[in-house]
């Protein structure tokens, strides 16, 4: 979601934001980096489907 959000708000701001007179390419970029480090997207599904079919938790068991 974060990274769908600084998407759009990078598309809105045009060849701007895309520009480091602004602070979204830092935004754009650091976002994308929430999906590498500290577990890629590949390895957060594979540690969720595992605790799921463990029945470790269940799904909407936060909500
Ligand atoms: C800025 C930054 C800060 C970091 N800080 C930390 C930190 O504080 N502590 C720490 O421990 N690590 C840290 N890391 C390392 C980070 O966790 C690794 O980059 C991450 O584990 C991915 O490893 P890799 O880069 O070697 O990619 P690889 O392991 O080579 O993976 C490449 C791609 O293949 C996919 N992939 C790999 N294995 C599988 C699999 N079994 N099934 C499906 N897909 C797979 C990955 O999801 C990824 O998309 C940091 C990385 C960066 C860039």
Not at 8 to 28: A, D, F, K
Not at 36 to 49: A, C, H, M, N, P
């Amino acid at each position: 979601m974060g990274n769908r959000v600084v998407d759009r708000v990078m598309q809105i701001h045009g060849g701007m934001g895309y520009t480091r007179e602004s602070p979204i390419e830092r935004w754009y970029r650091e976002a994308r980096l929430w999906r590498i480090y500290d577990g890629t997207d590949e390895i957060q599904r594979l540690i969720i489907s595992r605790n799921l079919i463990k029945g470790n938790v269940k799904l909407g068991q936060f909500v």
